[in-house]
């Protein structure tokens, strides 16, 4: 199945240009996880040869905490774009630093009560204050676990693993893209795209295939 058929800008909640798509799946609260499975499932969104040593957030009742420190500058999470979907990802160091307040202001105030609307105000208010920042560099966010639960027009569904390349105003015609070319799913037709079109969040969308343990797994069935 194609990575487009489950709306991609959902996918991506915390990039500026999808800020309502996210607020109006926003309001509830993510089911606790056992928090050994949910360090295993965003860790599972790196490559083999980076998640020993990421750092590692997990979802408590204030918001997200830190529970292992960074040894080679990359980042694990389970985002929950919506409280019932979840995205495990692998940022870079520059990924984290532009992509992860976000995340994590969301996420809190989730906890406290506040509801799709107020999050939506508060983070459209601070992306144009400022007070969020912007990648000044390109870089990577590996979404490579095949347990990525997300929100689609059909409910809940399992998408591909992927990568998630960024870069300043990234536009469907740098990748020689048609943007005003779309899917029934309203996203550029690919093989890959780039998600926030010109913004300075915009990703390069690249479907990819299971990896490590997973791929060895996957052949097995």
Do not use: W
Not at 29 to 51: F, G, Q, V, Y
Not at 176 to 195: H, I, Q, R, S, Y
């Amino acid at each position: 199945m194609s990575l487009r058929a489950f709306g991609f800008f959902a996918l991506i909640g915390y990039v500026a240009v999808s800020v309502a798509a996210q607020s109006r799946q926003a309001a509830g609260t993510p089911a606790p996880m056992d928090r050994d499975k949910e360090i295993a499932l965003a860790l599972s969104s790196c490559p083999p040869s980076l998640a020993n040593k990421a750092a590692v957030y997990v979802l408590d009742k204030a918001g997200y905490v830190k529970v292992r420190e960074s040894q080679n500058d990359f980042t694990a999470i389970v985002q929950h774009v919506a409280p019932t979907s979840t995205e495990p990802q692998c940022m870079d160091a520059e990924g984290a630093r532009a992509f992860l307040p976000r995340m994590l202001k969301v996420a809190e105030l989730r906890a406290q009560g506040k509801s799709g609307d107020e999050i939506q105000a508060f983070v459209a208010d601070a992306t144009a204050k400022g007070v969020f920042p912007v990648p000044q560099h390109p870089g990577v966010i590996y979404m490579l676990s095949t347990q990525n639960l997300q929100r689609g027009s059909n409910g809940l569904s399992v998408f591909p693993p992927h990568l998630m390349f960024y870069g300043m105003h990234l536009t469907n015609a740098d990748l020689g893209v048609d943007g005003k070319d779309l899917d029934p799913d309203g996203n550029p037709k690919g093989p890959t795209f780039v998600a926030g079109d010109g913004s300075p969040y915009a990703l390069i969308i690249v479907p990819v295939g299971p990896h490590g343990s997973e791929a060895s797994h996957d052949k097995r069935k």
